[in-house]
């Protein structure tokens, strides 16, 4: 499978369209949000219908990559979830939609309206035999709360020291300029994020694709959690961003290599192919 674990400098488009067929294990797309946001270009220029258009383009590419068994997690803002969920619900089943609080502090504002701080994540599937790994995503319960549960009717439970399942509210702060994992991207997702996302719905060895890589994090977390990727990023300033991400984790100086260590991951030797690489036909 020469194809895996590369990190390509093309247009999403280009690249989906000669990924082979029931390849994919997991997608997990972070597409321009249609905000008019500043990418290096005007990928996240287009207008209202021009931009929810060119979200199924690249969507009906997609669906035939995926697996029977797959998943596909889509971020997107209140604006335009509505339209690409309703979509989506035609092609595959919604399993979850996902809110994202980004935990942004209480200063300021709209005095109009009230303030945004959440991101949608769509969570759709294939079919009913999808993968999914609950017990690798498990919150351990704290010591207080394991104590006050010490009742005969709770001894013995498996939850109870494996930990309860994630809710579909996600508490996570968005990454600022003094978090380490910060890279210079405008809407960089925390690695917590999409290391659950890749736990739970991709088994180990899969295969991953980012359409929309940004500064890496899914690559990130695919290097450190034993799983394979296919990613796309068209801006070469991103791109370089990612290789250098790479690099980091390979030679063990990113911040984050200790965490896979200490979780007995094997970081593997990946490569990092420019943009020269073609795909088997």
Same mark, same amino acid.
């Given at each position: ?12 488009? +280009? ?14 797309? %972070?597409? *321009? ?8 270009? %005007? ?5 209202? /219908? ?39 619900? !035609? ?18 504002? !709209? /005095? ?14 294939? !079919? ?6 609950? %017990?690798?995503?498990?919150? *351990?319960? %704290?010591? =207080?709360?394991?104590? &006050? ?26 990454? $600022?300029?003094? $978090? ?5 991207? *405008? /809407? ?6 999409? +290391? ?6 991709? *088994? =180990? ?15 990130? &977390? ?10 796309? =990023? ?12 790479? +690099?980091?984790?390979?030679?063990? $100086?990113?911040?984050? &290599?200790?965490? &896979? ?12 192919? !420019? +943009? ?6």
């Amino acid at each position: 499978m020469d194809w895996i674990d590369k990190v390509l400098n093309i247009d999403a488009l +280009e690249g989906i369209r000669q990924i082979p067929d029931n390849s994919i294990d997991l997608v997990i797309a %972070d597409p *321009p949000y249609g905000l008019g946001k500043d990418y290096g270009n %005007d990928s996240d220029k287009k207008k209202a /219908t021009e931009f929810l258009k060119w979200m199924e383009t690249w969507l009906l590419l997609i669906l035939p990559k995926i697996k029977q068994t797959g998943s596909l997690y889509i971020f997107a803002t209140w604006r335009y979830s509505p339209e690409i969920f309703v979509f989506l619900k !035609s092609q595959m089943t919604m399993v979850n939609e996902i809110i994202w609080d980004r935990k942004v502090p209480s200063m300021g504002g !709209s /005095t109009r309206k009230y303030s945004s701080v959440h991101d949608t994540i769509g969570f759709f599937v294939k !079919s009913k035999d999808y993968y999914f790994d609950i %017990d690798s995503i498990r919150i *351990p319960y %704290d010591e =207080e709360t394991k104590k &006050a549960r010490t009742r005969s009717i709770f001894v013995g439970k498996k939850w109870l020291e494996v930990g309860y399942n994630p809710k579909d509210v996600w508490l996570v702060s968005r990454l $600022h300029k003094i $978090h380490s994992e910060r890279e210079e991207h *405008p /809407t960089q997702k925390p690695l917590e994020i999409i +290391e659950r996302m890749v736990k739970a719905s991709c *088994p =180990e060895g899969g295969v991953v694709l980012d359409p929309f890589a940004g500064s890496g994090t899914a690559v990130a &977390a695919c290097i450190l959690n034993n799983r394979n990727y296919m990613t796309f =990023e068209l801006n070469p300033d991103y791109y370089k961003i990612i290789l250098d991400r790479i +690099e980091r984790i390979r030679n063990g $100086h990113y911040d984050i &290599a200790p965490i &896979a260590k200490r979780n007995g991951s094997q970081i593997k030797k990946m490569r990092t192919d !420019s +943009e020269q690489f073609s795909f088997p036909m």
